[in-house]
Each structure stands twice: as C-alpha cells, then as structure tokens.
C-alpha cells in the first residue's frame, strides 16, 4: 500500500497518560497534516509541516499536543497528559506541492479514546 | 471568520433521482473550494475541486461566489454514490489548509 498509513488504529487510555501517534505519508510527498475529527464534525486543522519545519498551527493544538517530523519523512502526534475532550479520530494527510499542494490524501487514522 | 455549512446531516434519494448537496462558506478572501468523499469502510478522499471545474464520477459543482455556494450535483443517483460528502474550504493559499464542513451523508436507495 503506498498511501498514507497511520499507526495505531485505535487507541485506548487513560485519562492523564501520554499517548503517540505515527503517521508515514506517500513518500514523494513533502507536505503533512493534522486533522482531528469528532463524532459528528468535519475533519478539523491541527497542523501542517513542510518537509521538517512545522509551519501552522491552529489553536485547537493546546501546548498538551506536540508534533514532529524529524527527518521530513514520517511524523509524530503526541499527546501529554490526556484528557476525556481529546477522544477523537486522528487524521494525517499528505500532499506535494505547486498545483497539487490542495489535493489531500489521507489515511486512515487512528481512533482515540481517553478513558 | 471563514466557515463551511452543510445544512444537511442526511440526504436520501432513489437511485436515478437527481442528487443536490449544499455547501456555503463564508470567506473574505478568494475561495478555494473542494468536495471530499468517504465512503463505507475507505478513508477520505478528494472528489473534485472547483479550479479544474471537472465532472468526476458523473458529480459537477460550481462555485457561485454571489451566493457563497458551491453545491455538488448529479443528475441521475447511483447506489454506489452512497457515501459521506464534506465540502471544504482553503483558507491557507498554496499551504492547504483546509476547513471542512460537518458533512452530509447521502443514502441512495434501490
């Protein structure tokens, strides 16, 4: 499968642990987003990345949340301190650029439930 | 503030029926629009965005920035469309950043 994967599927924790989330993106691809979807909602705007360098953040991303994407490859979603409000489906997505920089492929996310 | 509305959460229509999902934004700039589809078990995917103003899988939208709208339509329903639309909206310039609407779920019956 070459499109967006996700690790883990689901996740399940409890409240006040820290829980990671992977996302490896279609490799040519050099731009990558957060999205947060809850039940009932449209995907929501996290964050986005080009190549290594975390360029938006919405206000959504409370200083609890903190992504990464080391190398510019694959990307990190961590959550400290978890709270019940954070069980969401967590998309990431991918691009490349120049005309196609708005066509998203996403993956499958990975569904999160604070306990 | 920029903002999508799908004032519909569920559309049922019977296959061959004409299908018409709405969409609304609110943006002071110049819109970007996208329709996103998901269907049962698959993740999101793009269906069509208003620059290339392409008919894809028999769906065309058109923007209508008199009325904020970019409604999604199709004349003849097949069972196979039956999915989840999200309309969206860019708001990033080149950076994609989209905001999408709360989506409408379209059941197309036999």
């Known amino acids: 499968d070459t499109g967006v994967s996700q690790n883990p599927r689901h996740k399940i924790t409890k409240r006040g642990q820290n829980v990671t989330f992977r996302c490896d993106p279609i490799s040519e691809h050099n731009r990558l987003y957060w999205y947060r979807q809850t039940l009932g909602q449209g995907p929501e705007f996290l964050t986005y990345?080009?190549?290594?360098?975390?360029?938006?953040k919405s206000r959504l991303l409370s200083d609890r949340f903190s992504a990464e994407r080391p190398k510019g490859s694959f990307s990190t979603l961590e959550i400290q301190r978890t709270e019940q409000g954070d069980s969401a489906m967590y998309l990431c997505?991918?691009?490349?650029?120049?005309?196609?920089?708005?066509?998203?492929?996403f993956g499958s996310g990975t569904q999160l439930s604070v306990l | 503030a920029q903002r999508v509305t799908q004032p519909e959460k569920l559309l049922s229509v019977f296959k061959g029926a004409p299908v018409e999902l709405k969409c609304n934004y609110s943006y002071s700039g110049s819109p970007e629009l996208f329709w996103y589809v998901q269907y049962s078990r698959q993740r999101l995917q793009l269906l069509l965005r208003?620059?290339s103003r392409e008919s894809i899988k028999g769906f065309t939208a058109d923007l209508n920035k008199g009325e904020t709208s970019f409604h999604l339509k199709k004349p003849f329903a097949q069972e196979e469309d039956s999915a989840m639309y999200y309309c969206a909206l860019n708001y990033g310039g080149s950076q994609g950043n989209l905001i999408f609407g709360k989506g409408t779920k379209l059941s197309v019956k036999p």
């Open positions: 990345f080009q190549n290594e360098a975390q360029l938006e």
């Open positions: 997505a991918s691009s490349a650029g120049g005309q196609d920089s708005e066509k998203l492929f």
């Open positions: 208003h620059i």
